[in-house]
């Protein structure tokens, strides 16, 4: 499968504990995205890199919150002392910036649900 | 910062109807509509999108339309089939570095259900 994969698919914690999330890209494709989606609403931005620069973070993403993509290949997304109201689908994106309309591509998403 | 609000949450057609949801957005500097549709349980994959020098674009049954005076867009989905239904969303995205495209900011969606 050549599209975006998210690891893991579903995560069950309890609250205070921390998770992290694993997305890894189109192969070929230069910026990743962080989307954040719960039940009956559109995705909500959290951040994005090009390469391995984060260059931009939305105010939801508190400072319980950190990503990465120390190669510029695959990311991860991190909370820390997690919340109950941190339980949403975690969604990654990616596109090929230079491209005609840098079409973003989903991956099939994280669930996360905190106890 | 952009808003996108979308019209109508849900909407219920017989097949073979068209189908037409619209979005209005707030930032005159959005230039780039995608519309996505998703599955339950399933990833957003992209229908069909539009840039802010074309007032058109149809492919096959889907076409969208944007007035950027008015700043909105709808998508119209004609001879609907019982696989159309699911959640679509709309989102706006505005040109950042050099002209590259920035974040998508999504609207609420709306859930389609077309009756067999």
């Known amino acids: 499968d050549t599209g975006v994969s998210q690891d893991p698919r579903h995560k069950i914690t309890k609250r205070g504990q921390n998770v992290t999330f694993r997305c890894d890209p189109i192969s070929e494709h230069n910026r990743l995205y962080w989307y954040r989606q719960t039940l009956g609403q559109g995705p909500e931005f959290l951040t994005y890199?090009?390469?391995?620069?984060?260059?931009?973070k939305s105010r939801l993403l508190s400072d319980r919150f950190s990503a990465e993509r120390p190669k510029g290949s695959f990311s991860t997304l991190e909370i820390q002392r997690t919340e109950q109201g941190d339980s949403a689908m975690y969604l990654c994106?990616?596109?090929?910036?230079?491209?005609?309309?840098?079409?973003?591509?989903f991956g099939p998403g994280t669930r996360l649900l905190v106890l | 910062g952009e808003n996108v609000e979308q019209h109508p949450s849900t909407l219920s057609v017989q097949e073979g109807d068209s189908a037409v949801i619209k979005c209005t957005y707030s930032d005159s500097a959005s230039n780039y509509f995608p519309w996505y549709k998703q599955e339950l349980g399933k990833r957003p994959q992209l229908i069909i999108d539009i840039r802010s020098n074309v007032g058109e674009k149809k492919d096959q049954r889907i076409a969208v339309t944007l007035n950027k005076t008015a700043k909105h867009f709808s998508l119209h989905i004609t001879e609907t089939q019982p696989e159309d239904s699911a959640v679509y969303f709309c989102?706006?995205?505005?040109?950042?570095?050099?002209?590259?495209?920035?974040?998508?900011?999504f609207g609420k969606g709306t859930k389609l259900s077309v009756k067999p």
């Open positions: 989102a706006a995205s505005t040109s950042v570095y050099g002209g590259s495209q920035g974040n998508l900011i």
């Open positions: 994106a990616s596109s090929l910036r230079g491209t005609y309309q840098e079409t973003q591509y």
């Open positions: 890199f090009q390469n391995e620069a984060q260059l931009e």
